[in-house]
């Protein structure tokens, strides 16, 4: 089954690959971890367990592919008849009825939207693919003013309403939602709700470097995250942390790009200005307990950069780490928030 999702139409990888997970050979070699891997939404993931019945692991993973086909099909844009696509063609004023999943995750979306300001707005889906972000591919040349403009008119989460028995979306004008920076997350959140179901406590499972963990390794340790630096375009370790009971994700400008004229345009695009960010963040991993929330927050502090950023995450008591441009380019600043040093130093 999990072969099989290397079939689908793959989503953009949006949200940086910035976490991975630290393990050793002792790991691997214990009898009583278990996991599978596999391919979805245009990366891997996998799912590690504490587990002393093997016998299940084959269950799990055709419950993980069947469960993780959904969620593309309820969510992807780049599924031509998916939910949500459906929905994006339909024209203003319209009403569709969709499923549970999907009303919650736009609503969801649409709350943390309201308690960003709109720094976070899922309706910026235009402009990313304008940019050359989204379904339609890469370009070569920056848009036009103009261009900006007229989209910017389709833009504004207000404009996109939940309603509940049946659940339905309904869109006041042109939108067009994209939910790239939330559903990994709830992705990773259903994978770990399979092994709850299962009575499973102890485990790391991850897509694309966003993660979810519970509980302890075999030996009664932490598992160990590693958080990406940006210093190089190589892969290259920034911070260790041990984690338990929660959920990592992590946002970044420095991998996924276009260059014209010597100028980097990051795939992160401003709801305001309808252009990519400017600023020297470079990448923010947030820890919450879900990876839908995580995944949307890191989105979040992205876009508003390193200092309006570092304030928002301060005054809504997020765990968030921020790496960010010195004034010369030449280094990287660490600053965290006091929530997410208190994590590190409680997993110590």
């Known amino acids: 089954m999990i072969s099989g999702f290397q079939s689908l139409i793959k989503w953009p990888v949006a949200m940086l690959l910035a976490v991975f997970v630290l393990t050793g050979c002792n790991f691997f070699e214990n009898e ?36 993780l086909a959904t969620v593309n099909q309820q969510m992807s844009t780049y599924i031509p008849n998916s939910e949500l696509s ?21 609503e969801q979306s649409l709350a943390i939207s309201e308690r960003s300001g709109g ?8 402009l990313v693919n304008l940019w050359g972000f989204g379904p339609n591919g890469r370009i070569e040349k920056a848009p036009t003013e103009a261009e900006i403009a007229s989209l910017k008119e389709r833009i504004g989460y207000q404009k996109v309403e939940v309603l509940k028995d049946p659940s339905r979306l309904r869109k006041l004008g042109q939108q067009y939602v994209d939910l790239s920076a939330i559903a990994k997350g709830y992705g990773v959140d259903q ?9 499973i406590h102890n485990y790391l499972v991850e897509i694309g470097g966003e993660l979810r963990a519970k509980g302890l390794k075999p030996d009664g340790s932490h598992w160990r995250i590693a958080i990406e630096s940006p210093a190089s375009m190589e892969r290259s370790i920034g911070r260790i942390i041990n984690v338990k009971d929660t959920a990592i994700a992590t946002s970044g400008d ?9 100028v980097r345009f990051s795939h992160t695009i401003n709801p305001e200005t309808g252009k990519p960010i400017t600023h020297r963040l470079a990448s923010v991993t947030v820890l919450t307990p879900t990876c839908a929330e995580a995944d949307a927050l890191a989105t979040t502090l992205m876009v508003m950069g390193e200092n309006r950023g570092f304030e928002f995450a301060k005054e809504e008591g997020i765990a ?9 380019g030449d280094t990287f600043i660490e600053q965290a928030t006091a929530e997410f040093e208190a994590f590190v130093q409680e997993g110590e």
């Open 32 to 67: 009583k971890v278990v996991g599978i891997d596999g391919q979805t939404m245009g990366t891997t993931f996998s799912m590690r367990w504490v587990d002393l019945n093997e016998d299940r692991i084959n269950d799990i993973r055709n419950r993980a592919g069947k469960v």
């Open 119 to 126: 720094a976070f707005d899922v309706t910026v889906g235009p």
């Open 191 to 199: 994978l770990a709700e399979i092994l709850e179901a299962e009575g």
């Open 320 to 328: 968030a780490y921020f790496l960010y441009k010195s004034e010369q």
């Open 254 to 262: 420095y991998r996924n790009y276009f260059e014209e004229g010597g």
């Open 86 to 106: 459906t929905f994006n063609k339909l024209p203003a004023g319209s009403e569709m009825e969709v499923s549970d999943a999907l009303a919650a995750v736009v």
